[in-house]
Protein backbone atom coordinates (compact mmCIF):
# COMPACT_ATOMS: atom_id res chain seq x y z
CA UNK A 1 0.00 0.00 0.00
CA UNK A 2 2.68 2.21 0.65
CA UNK A 3 4.76 1.52 -2.26
CA UNK A 4 1.31 2.15 -4.38
CA UNK A 5 0.53 5.48 -2.40
CA UNK A 6 4.51 6.93 -3.12
CA UNK A 7 4.58 5.61 -6.58
CA UNK A 8 0.87 7.32 -7.88
CA UNK A 9 2.09 10.38 -5.79
CA UNK A 10 5.09 10.41 -7.89
CA UNK A 11 2.98 10.81 -11.18
CA UNK A 12 1.02 13.95 -10.06
CA UNK A 13 1.43 17.50 -8.15
CA UNK A 14 -0.58 16.20 -5.67
CA UNK A 15 -3.71 14.03 -5.05
CA UNK A 16 -7.12 14.13 -2.95
CA UNK A 17 -7.58 11.36 -0.27
CA UNK A 18 -10.04 10.33 -2.52
CA UNK A 19 -8.10 10.02 -5.60
CA UNK A 20 -5.73 7.82 -3.79
CA UNK A 21 -8.52 5.78 -2.47
CA UNK A 22 -9.56 5.29 -6.42
CA UNK A 23 -6.54 4.49 -7.50
CA UNK A 24 -5.82 1.74 -5.25
CA UNK A 25 -8.85 0.21 -4.31
CA UNK A 26 -8.27 1.04 -0.28
CA UNK A 27 -10.36 1.61 2.26
CA UNK A 28 -10.56 4.22 4.01
CA UNK A 29 -8.70 3.13 7.47
CA UNK A 30 -6.45 1.36 5.38
CA UNK A 31 -5.19 4.48 3.36
CA UNK A 32 -5.19 7.05 6.40
CA UNK A 33 -2.96 4.64 8.53
CA UNK A 34 -0.10 3.82 5.56
CA UNK A 35 -0.12 7.75 4.64
CA UNK A 36 0.23 8.52 8.10
CA UNK A 37 3.12 6.03 8.34
CA UNK A 38 4.57 8.03 5.48
CA UNK A 39 4.17 11.44 6.66
CA UNK A 40 5.70 10.53 9.87
CA UNK A 41 8.85 9.26 7.62
CA UNK A 42 8.73 12.57 6.10
CA UNK A 43 8.31 10.98 2.53
CA UNK A 44 4.35 12.40 1.98
CA UNK A 45 3.28 16.10 3.48
CA UNK A 46 -0.61 16.32 3.68
CA UNK A 47 -2.89 19.58 3.47
CA UNK A 48 -6.18 19.49 5.07
CA UNK A 49 -8.73 22.21 3.78
CA UNK A 50 -11.85 22.79 3.41
CA UNK A 51 -13.55 22.95 -0.35
CA UNK A 52 -17.21 24.24 0.30
CA UNK A 53 -17.48 22.97 3.85
CA UNK A 54 -16.07 20.09 2.98
CA UNK A 55 -13.21 18.73 4.40
CA UNK A 56 -10.66 17.87 1.81
CA UNK A 57 -7.53 16.22 2.47
CA UNK A 58 -4.61 16.57 -0.31
CA UNK A 59 -1.01 14.63 -0.13
CA UNK A 60 2.15 15.15 -2.11
CA UNK A 61 5.36 13.52 -2.35
CA UNK A 62 8.28 15.46 -0.79
CA UNK A 63 11.63 15.65 -1.60
CA UNK A 64 12.98 13.19 0.94
CA UNK A 65 10.25 10.64 -0.39
CA UNK A 66 10.73 10.88 -4.24
CA UNK A 67 14.71 10.35 -3.39
CA UNK A 68 13.66 7.16 -1.55
CA UNK A 69 11.62 5.88 -4.53
CA UNK A 70 14.38 6.50 -6.38
CA UNK A 71 16.87 4.94 -4.06
CA UNK A 72 14.24 1.62 -4.08
CA UNK A 73 13.41 1.19 -7.82
CA UNK A 74 17.31 1.47 -8.61
CA UNK A 75 18.02 -1.34 -6.13
CA UNK A 76 15.22 -3.35 -7.81
CA UNK A 77 16.31 -2.40 -11.52
CA UNK A 78 19.63 -4.28 -10.08
CA UNK A 79 17.90 -7.25 -8.90
CA UNK A 80 15.99 -7.43 -12.14
CA UNK A 81 19.28 -7.40 -14.20
CA UNK A 82 21.12 -9.65 -12.27
CA UNK A 83 18.25 -12.06 -12.34
CA UNK A 84 18.29 -11.87 -16.12
CA UNK A 85 22.09 -12.49 -16.36
CA UNK A 86 21.33 -15.89 -14.84
Do not use: Q, W
Amino acid sequence: MRLGIVSALATSDELSFSDLKAALSATDGNLSVHARKLEDAGYVSCTKSFADRTPRTDYKLTASGRRALEKYLDHMDAIIRATRKT
